[in-house]
């Protein structure tokens, strides 16, 4: 990696300066990469649609998988979501540290609906590295990050890897050096009565069950299983109608672009056909129309390309019989 290279792809030795312009991007609805003691993540402000929108164009992922938001403690985390006293012991234990929560969202919220993918729930979790508590302070609001890689490649666990595989898409890269762990969090789910390892990685199963008992393994629970499964889980009530051109009679019309002539579009994805935009405001225009005034969603065709094939997925899924 040559050193013009590094200037134009922004990575940056993550010092005090350089953490609170990370910081001051974030709040802006940019784009960092950053050190966590599991692997690097790409964050965005968990609060902005469009800037968890971004998080998926620059992944390239072609759907939107549930994001882990970040937040410096357990006071943070119970903003978002319902911890309740099973969940504060494990954090008490855990926290901060390379475990993910999964727990019931907040209905008051103000994380962006896109980091929940359409699911009632919410990953949460409190990173130990100096420098992700730093940003997470400095920020002054929770963080979504995936993992800061392609969609499809393997997580970066050093500054290096996350220029070679998203390079200026990652906005600014705080290079904190190598991750101690070099593994992701283990997710657990504690939606239910039975708390679920949905991902193995940096706390161990063993070290789970001596604070809470006997923890599952996600796949003997075919309900709850892989993550890419749980897509499923929601869809509208209604019955959905995909590449309308126009509302039948009861129908709502959720519209990309401009609306056909003499139509009115009950809501409009985004009237300018901005994709980034659609996509940052697709799960809470399908919440506001999913109600019993409509017989049906009537939704307007949107492109496959760039974060279109994402949004497709859903729209697809959510229109599944079922
Ligand atoms: O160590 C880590 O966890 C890193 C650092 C950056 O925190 N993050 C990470 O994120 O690995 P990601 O997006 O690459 O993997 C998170 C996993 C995904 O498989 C996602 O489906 C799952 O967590 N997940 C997130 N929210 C969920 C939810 N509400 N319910 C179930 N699974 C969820
Ligand atoms: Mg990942």
Redesign the pocket.
Known sequence: MNKRQEHRNNRRAADDAAIAEAAEILRQGGLVAFP?E??????ADATDDRAVAAIFAAKGRPQF????V?VPHIEAAAREVVADARARRIAARFWPG?L?L?LPRRSESRVSLL???G?P???V?A?RHPVAQALLKAAGRPIA?????PSGAV?PTDAAHVVQGLGEAAGMILDGGPCPLG???S?L?L?GADPVL??P??VTREDLEAEIGPISLAGRHAA?T???M?ESHYAPRLPLRLNARAARPGEALLAFGPPPEGEAATENLSPSGDLLEAAAKLFAALHRLDRPGFTGIAVMAIPETGLGAAINDRLRRAAAPR
């Open positions: 966590t599991t692997v690097y993540g790409l964050g998988n549930p994001l882990i970040h390379a993910s999964v980091c929940s993918a699911l729930s919410l990953a979790r990173p990050a995936p993992s800061a890689n997580s593994l992701e969090s997710i789910d939606t949905l991902r990685g940096g709850i892989a993550p890419g749980m």
